[in-house]
């Protein structure tokens, strides 16, 4: 075999190993993060030790050329070697890749967490209850479609949706609150109660109607739904001896509103808390587990029930 047959074969073998090792490695998706306030210079130090680009050099000279400096975004991304670094810079500037998650009207912090993680939003549920509890956000969660990056920080999601809270709590409601002598606290409180016992908007504001009636008689509220709460006992039919449960929670037990919200309520509990329907009402029951049947007095009420499978409220 001579020289130049050697020579070609050489650079034959050389090209297929080439090709092996960028559809091997360098054709393989990476999951990046990048940092909040993260300079160009940080970047293409992060995307270099990833083996992403060829340069540190070239991908700076890159975001220069795009102007591209002040526009890169932080957050989590799935990235392939560039070699001329150009699809890497258009992407940083567009911004990552956006996970759509909904968080629905009643939700507790422990299901909302839950949620966020299967998503991959958060990598830790724990500390994201945590987090919440430790900062007294239960129950401000606000209910809604979000759109987050992948591995998103804890704070920056809690506070999107308390921020969310705040925004939808309009300075209307907020005088509405003040004439009835709530604090924002007493509200979101009562309105997850509200959130739990009933479905329909109409419903919401009559089952207020009898909160707002029992507290202003000083009675014991008797919600199930604080007693489940204590409980975490969230299916299945309550007994008389779950109603003994000693719990700041249990409205059977202790005066007033429990200390904090049992759930995440949405826009139409924390209005119905606000704007109760006008009734003289102090009873409700569930009948077929789906409407409620309201009554003035105790004897109307325990007629009523009579007629029916399910247990008082």
């Known amino acids: 075999m001579n020289n130049k047959k050697k020579f070609l074969i050489g650079i034959f073998?050389?090209?297929?190993?080439?090709?092996?090792?960028y559809h091997t490695y360098l054709r393989r998706d990476k999951i990046v993060i990048i940092p909040r306030n993260a300079t160009a210079k940080d970047v293409g130090k992060i995307l270099k030790n990833e083996k992403l680009i060829p340069?540190?050099?070239l991908f700076r000279w890159m975001v220069f050329f795009l102007f591209a400096e002040r526009n890169i975004k932080h957050g989590t991304?799935?990235?392939?070697?560039?070699?001329?670094t150009i699809p890497i810079v258009i992407r940083l500037v567009r911004g990552p890749q956006l996970v759509k998650v909904t968080i629905p009207e009643g939700f507790r912090v422990e299901q909302i967490a839950e949620r966020l993680h299967a998503k991959g939003i958060i990598l830790d549920p724990i500390y994201f209850i945590t987090f919440v509890k430790s900062n007294s956000y239960n129950?401000?969660?606000?209910?809604?479609?979000?759109?987050?990056?992948?591995?998103?920080?804890?704070d920056y999601v809690v506070n999107r949706m308390v921020s969310e809270f705040y925004r939808k709590y309009s300075e209307d409601l907020r005088k509405r609150a003040y004439?009835?002598?709530?604090?924002?606290?007493?509200?979101?409180?009562?309105?997850s109660i509200v959130e739990k016992e009933a479905k329909t908007k109409e419903e919401k504001r009559l089952v207020s109607a009898v909160f707002h009636n029992r507290l202003k008689k000083g009675w014991y509220l008797?919600?199930?739904?604080t007693v489940r709460y204590a409980l975490k006992k969230f299916t299945g039919p309550l007994t008389y001896k779950d109603l003994n449960i000693d719990s700041?929670?249990?409205?059977?037990?202790?005066?007033?509103?429990?200390?904090?919200?049992?759930?995440?309520p949405g826009l139409d509990s924390i209005e119905a808390v606000l704007y109760p329907a006008e009734t003289d009402d102090m009873f409700f029951f569930?009948?077929?587990?789906?409407?409620?049947?309201?009554?003035?007095?105790?004897?109307?009420?325990?007629?009523?029930?009579?007629?029916?499978?399910?247990?008082?409220?």
């Open 179 to 191: 004439e009835l002598k709530l604090t924002t606290h007493q509200v979101v409180v009562l309105a």
């Open 77 to 84: 991304y799935k990235f392939r070697f560039s070699l001329t």
């Open 55 to 57: 340069s540190e050099g």
């Open 13 to 21: 073998i050389i090209l297929l190993i080439s090709v092996y090792i």
């Open 222 to 225: 008797e919600s199930c739904a």
């Open 248 to 264: 700041k929670f249990n409205t059977y037990k202790y005066y007033g509103l429990p200390p904090e919200p049992i759930c995440n």
């Open 286 to 313: 569930t009948e077929n587990n789906q409407t409620h049947v309201f009554s003035k007095y105790y004897k109307q009420h325990i007629e009523r029930q009579k007629k029916s499978k399910y247990s008082v409220r």
């Open 139 to 154: 129950g401000y969660l606000f209910p809604e479609t979000y759109y987050f990056s992948l591995n998103e920080d804890v």
